[in-house]
């Protein structure tokens, strides 16, 4: 089990940025892909994006694409979203998660994921 706790949210202004931090504990860790969603009040959960097994390929939701990253560092057992050119729409609390093995669902889909924070509020003012 990877136990992951978010941090980093926040209020800021359209424009700004912010990045989230996803603090894991346990030792496969660094072997997990990592999937950061969202949830605004009212809607579903949303995949914003991953980082796959291999560490480095990334995938996006196409309403994030060019103004969010995601990077890791295994030596903190520490991932990372990096969220700029923020927009009030991205205001939602954001989740992190860590999917341990391919089993058959794509990186976008939630009920691939094993392990998940708790979620951390981004609310971006207009």
């Known amino acids: 089990q990877v136990q992951l706790v978010e941090s980093g949210g926040g209020l800021v202004q359209a424009g700004g940025s912010l990045r989230l931090a996803c603090a894991a504990s346990?030792?496969?860790?660094?072997?997990?892909?990592i999937g950061w969603f969202r949830q605004a009040p009212g809607k579903e959960r949303e995949f914003v994006g991953a980082?796959?097994?291999?560490?480095?390929?990334?995938y996006y939701a196409d309403s994030v694409k060019g103004r969010f990253t995601i990077s890791r560092d295994n030596a903190k057992n520490t991932a990372y979203l990096q969220m700029n050119s923020l927009k009030p729409e991205d205001t939602a609390v954001y989740y992190c998660?860590?999917?341990?093995?391919?089993?058959?669902?794509?990186?976008?889909?939630?009920?691939?994921?094993?392990?998940w924070g708790q979620g951390t509020q981004v609310t971006v003012s207009s």
């Open positions: 998660a860590a999917n341990r093995a391919p089993r058959g669902f794509a990186l976008g889909d939630a009920r691939g994921y094993e392990d």
């Open positions: 346990g030792r496969t860790f660094s072997t997990c892909a």
């Open positions: 980082l796959a097994w291999n560490g480095y390929t990334t």
